[in-house]
């Protein structure tokens, strides 16, 4: 189509301490960002891939130049997402992400509202952010609990998935006695694991445990589900839209990341989905930039919890623009993703 372009760069991302979860710690994080552009109007999106779901630095970039040329009218949101599907199926979620994104924040721009007011979406408070306790030594993960309590956070995310989970869990609560405290596993206990530390997370009082099992053990989960105190919330084995409908019988609810499911529209198609199948939602993120939350933000309103801090653990944000208290992220009121680069 004449006088469409569709550009991209790539950048390493940093964050201000290594973070660690149990299948790896990392400090540097290649993001590639995309600018669609039409008659002076730009649009922008962010890929985050996670080699969990099959994603590097070298898969976006490869693919990108196919997948690009899906991204030709911005308002025809189901032509580019079958035009997407048709070129890769099931695969490279966070680069169809970042032309959703992109396609999304043009018609925004054109009409210059925030992508909430153009979805029709709640303007409603969004939910406080958990802050993460990444993986690490025990005296530094009570370093960072005291710090995020000194700052201001009401609720910490600890990752878990090591032989000292116990007293990480008991350490964190007696550092920070009046956060709210939540756990993600990240997939790395076995059943019998996890039945011992179900009891340990309710005398924590935490507030849910995030993929305990492994993303295939659906039926573990369930077991688990049975008799749990403690709400089972899926993260890991949820890859697709049409995956919340098995794991309706399995979780209590389900972790939403636009990067892992393709995009804004296919988040919000997966949240009213399982709102249909009675589950609560979280809004989730990767280690992403201010333009990736940003996006998710827009649609947290309708979740009951937030995981939104992937921008305030980068040492580098190269967007500017989301007004944080904490936890507590304003609703953004610009134009389209409401931030600008930095």
Same mark, same amino acid.
């Given at each position: 189509?004449?006088?469409?372009?569709?550009?991209?760069? *790539?950048?390493? =991302?940093?964050?201000?301490?290594?973070?660690?979860?149990?299948?790896?710690?990392?400090? =540097?994080?290649?993001?590639?960002?995309?600018?669609?552009?039409?008659?002076?109007?730009?649009?922008?999106?962010?890929?985050?891939?996670?080699?969990?779901?099959?994603? *590097?630095?070298?898969?976006?970039?490869?693919?990108?130049?196919?997948?690009?040329?899906?991204?030709?009218?911005?308002?025809?949101?189901?032509?580019?997402?079958?035009?997407?599907?048709?070129?890769?199926?099931?695969?490279?979620?966070?680069?169809?992400?970042?032309?959703?994104?992109?396609?999304?924040?043009?018609?925004?721009? %054109?009409?210059?509202?925030?992508?909430?007011?153009?979805?029709?979406?709640?303007?409603?408070?969004?939910?406080?952010?958990?802050?993460?306790?990444?993986?690490?030594?025990?005296?530094? #993960?009570?370093?960072?609990?005291?710090?995020?309590?000194?700052?201001? @956070?009401?609720?910490?995310?600890?990752?878990?998935?090591?032989?000292?989970?116990? %007293?990480?869990?008991?350490?964190?609560?007696?550092?920070?006695?009046?956060? %709210?405290?939540?756990?993600?596993?990240?997939?790395?206990?076995?059943?019998?694991?996890? +039945?011992?530390?179900?009891?340990?997370?309710?005398?924590?009082?935490?507030?849910?445990?995030?993929?305990?099992?492994?993303?295939?053990?659906?039926?573990?989960?369930?077991?688990?589900?049975?008799?749990?105190?403690?709400?089972?919330?899926?993260?890991?084995?949820?890859?697709?839209?049409?995956?919340?409908?098995?794991?309706?019988?399995?979780?209590?609810?389900?972790?939403?990341?636009?990067? +892992?499911?393709?995009?804004?529209?296919?988040?919000?198609?997966?949240?009213?989905?399982?709102?249909?199948?009675? #589950?609560?939602? #979280? #809004?989730?993120?990767?280690?992403?930039?201010?333009?990736?939350?940003?996006?998710?933000?827009?649609?947290?309103?309708?979740?009951?919890?937030?995981?939104?801090?992937?921008?305030?653990?980068?040492?580098?944000?190269?967007?500017?623009?989301?007004?944080?208290?904490?936890? @507590?992220?304003?609703?953004?009121?610009? *134009?389209?993703?409401?931030?600008?680069?930095?």
């Amino acid at each position: 189509m004449v006088g469409v372009s569709v550009t991209w760069e *790539t950048l390493d =991302l940093h964050t201000a301490q290594p973070f660690g979860i149990a299948r790896w710690t990392h400090s =540097l994080y290649p993001r590639t960002f995309v600018t669609f552009e039409q008659g002076g109007v730009i649009g922008r999106g962010e890929a985050a891939p996670n080699a969990f779901y099959g994603e *590097t630095r070298g898969t976006v970039e490869a693919v990108l130049p196919l997948l690009a040329q899906a991204l030709t009218d911005p308002w025809d949101w189901d032509g580019l997402h079958a035009a997407l599907h048709a070129r890769m199926p099931h695969d490279h979620p966070s680069v169809k992400c970042a032309l959703e994104m992109a396609a999304v924040e043009w018609c925004a721009n %054109a009409a210059g509202v925030p992508v909430w007011r153009l979805l029709g979406l709640s303007p409603s408070p969004l939910p406080e952010s958990s802050y993460t306790v990444s993986i690490a030594s025990l005296p530094d #993960m009570r370093r960072q609990a005291r710090e995020a309590a000194e700052r201001g @956070h009401g609720v910490l995310k600890v990752k878990l998935g090591t032989d000292q989970d116990e %007293a990480i869990v008991e350490a964190l609560r007696e550092e920070a006695p009046r956060v %709210a405290l939540r756990v993600d596993a990240n997939a790395a206990w076995t059943r019998t694991r996890a +039945k011992r530390m179900l009891d340990v997370l309710d005398a924590a009082r935490v507030e849910f445990v995030e993929q305990p099992l492994a993303a295939a053990d659906l039926e573990g989960h369930a077991a688990l589900r049975a008799f749990a105190r403690v709400p089972i919330v899926a993260d890991e084995s949820l890859h697709h839209v049409q995956d919340v409908v098995a794991l309706a019988g399995a979780f209590d609810g389900v972790n939403l990341k636009l990067a +892992k499911l393709g995009g804004p529209l296919r988040a919000l198609e997966a949240l009213r989905l399982a709102r249909a199948h009675g #589950m609560s939602v #979280m #809004m989730g993120c990767m280690i992403e930039s201010s333009l990736g939350i940003s996006a998710a933000a827009h649609l947290a309103g309708l979740c009951d919890w937030a995981d939104l801090d992937g921008a305030l653990l980068l040492a580098d944000d190269p967007f500017q623009g989301l007004n944080w208290q904490a936890g @507590h992220l304003e609703r953004p009121t610009g *134009t389209g993703w409401s931030v600008s680069r930095g």
